[in-house]
């Protein structure tokens, strides 16, 4: 599932940034592809204005557009939640809607509520969610792709398999940060290095933004602001290298 949960420390490190921080520090690393690791723009912030979340992954496939033969709306809550536990915290539960169209909401305030005493951080669905005014009561981060009024015939059909959300892979234990910005997937064996790298390279780009704020800007003082800021990206990346092979 995962090979070694990060430090307290680290996990604090990257809800201090956003995810395209995160999103650019694992470019570093040069370990996938650029155009990988995140959904596509379907998925969005219910509540944007939210700080930024990392934990990991609880999974789950879900419907909700014809009754079940068997089993009701909440019936494999317990069994999610109690499978759930053999994952460190924070976690953050991830839903494929396997309604193509989405028909009705994935969650909604009861669902929510039951995750936030279980300690989970945050939740992400491919499909829809509802109850919105009361969710953001509870200061809950979710992501999703569009609100519906009804839960429909919600159930559970799997837990703990691999799910695509948004046309994102994520397995069971996959270590996720997420913000405003959206989400993207953390490859653990680079991990620790990117929650130690992130504040460094948000310091970078810095450079730029620290001189275009001052009163007197010419474009050579520009170029020489983005010299300083790309050699010292250019000691990060450094940096990664010596990570991999160590």
């Not at 204005?49 to 317990?78: C, H, W």
């Not at 991830?94 to 936030?116: K, N």
């Not at 999703?144 to 069971?172: E, M, Q, T």
């Amino acid at each position: 599932m995962f090979s070694k949960a990060l430090s307290d420390e680290a996990l604090r490190g990257l809800t201090q940034v956003d995810s395209p921080t995160v999103a650019n520090v694992i470019e570093l690393f040069n370990v996938r592809s650029r155009a990988a690791g995140y959904p596509s723009g379907a998925l969005h912030a219910v509540y944007p204005e939210l700080p930024p979340i990392a934990g990991y992954a609880v999974t789950a496939t879900f419907r909700a557009a014809y009754p079940a033969e068997v089993g009701d709306n909440y019936s494999a809550m317990p069994q999610l939640i109690e499978e759930a536990l053999a994952v460190p915290a924070p976690r953050i539960v991830v839903f494929q809607d396997l309604d193509e169209p989405s028909r009705a909401a994935t969650y909604g305030e009861i669902m929510v509520s039951s995750f936030q005493k279980f300690d989970f951080s945050g939740l992400i669905t491919s499909g829809a969610a509802r109850d919105i005014l009361q969710v953001k009561q509870l200061q809950f981060p979710c992501w999703a792709s569009s609100v519906i009024v009804s839960h429909g015939y919600c159930r559970f059909v799997d837990v703990n398999v691999p799910v695509n959300v948004g046309g994102l892979l994520v397995k069971p234990g996959d270590l996720l940060h997420a913000d405003a910005n959206g989400i993207i997937n953390i490859p653990h064996a680079i991990a620790g290095a990117v929650a130690e790298l992130s504040g460094p390279y948000m310091q970078a780009e810095q450079i730029i933004l620290d001189y275009l704020k001052s009163s007197d800007v010419t474009p050579e003082g520009y170029s020489q602001a983005v010299t300083r800021s790309k050699n010292r990206i250019s000691q990060l990346s450094e940096e990664a290298r010596r990570y991999l092979k160590s």
